[in-house]
T-cell receptor, first 114, second 111 residues
Framework: AQSVTQPDIHITVSEGASLELRCNYS??????LFWYVQSPGQGLQLLLK??????LVQGIKGFEAEFKRSQSSFNLRKPSVHWSDAAEYFC????????????FGTGTQLKVEL | KAGVTQTPRYLIKTRGQQVTLSCSPI?????VSWYQQTPGQGLQFLFE???????NKGNFPGRFSGRQFSNSRSEMNVSTLELGDSALYLC??????????FGPGTRLTVL
């Protein structure tokens, strides 16, 4: 069974600083990987996805993520954080076979200091 | 295109009652998945429906059930509510593959 680990529960960065959120997955084959963001009281918004091909993927709001098979990682990055980026970020993996089912990590709460 | 809509947005029930939540997917999307989000367990997959058939099911008791209609709208039902069922229930729709679009959720509080 697939699993996702987000080792950082909380991260605080200053506005304008760079950001990297870590995600490690466990899955036997090539995974489908996602990053979602959730603001308080809201649903999940898809930031970016990796299915295959180029290991550096670009998403919305200036985010990017890099798939590293050798490290089983899919870290999310942003070169310059804005105060509006404060939210909770979830990494997820989808497994082939048997329909759509996403397995999520426990999330990383991002706080942005002005 | 309108996004995924969920009704109601907030719900308060008492233990032992049952509840039905509704989800309307994005037009053209035939797959609807349901997730439960709690502070303790995080986001957990409940089930997925595709073309009115349950295609995948998570590890939840039989009190949790769902269905999908011919217009792809979906409902989930929880019978004999327990305090631990208090959660944000999220619905997601998908056109193909795993790219899922989430609704705003229904916040269920069980007293």
């Amino acid at each position: 069974a697939q699993s996702v680990t987000q080792p950082d529960i909380h991260i605080t960065v200053s506005e304008g600083a760079s950001l990297e959120l870590r995600c490690n997955y466990s899955y036997g084959a090539t995974p489908y990987l996602f990053w979602y963001v959730q603001s308080p009281g809201q649903g999940l918004q898809l930031l970016l996805k990796y299915f295959s091909g180029d290991t550096l993927v670009q998403g919305i709001k200036g985010f990017e993520a890099e798939f590293k098979r050798s490290q089983s990682s899919f870290n999310l990055r942003k070169p310059s954080v804005h105060w509006s980026d404060a939210a909770e970020y979830f990494c997820a993996v989808g497994a082939t076979g048997g329909g759509n089912k996403l397995t999520f990590g426990t999330g990383t709460q991002l706080k942005v200091e002005l | 295109k309108a996004g995924v809509t969920q009704t109601p947005r907030y719900l308060i029930k008492t233990r032992g009652q049952q509840v039905t939540l509704s989800c309307s997917p994005i037009s053209g999307h035939r797959s609807v998945s349901w997730y439960q989000q709690t502070p303790g367990q995080g986001l957990q997959f409940l089930f997925e429906y595709f073309s009115e058939t349950q295609r995948n099911k998570g590890n939840f008791p039989g009190r949790f059930s769902g269905r999908q209609f011919s217009n792809s709208r979906s409902e989930m039902n929880v019978s004999t509510l327990e305090l631990g069922d208090s959660a944000l229930y999220l619905c997601a729709s998908s056109l193909q593959g795993f790219e899922q679009f989430f609704g705003p959720g229904t916040r269920l509080t069980v007293l």
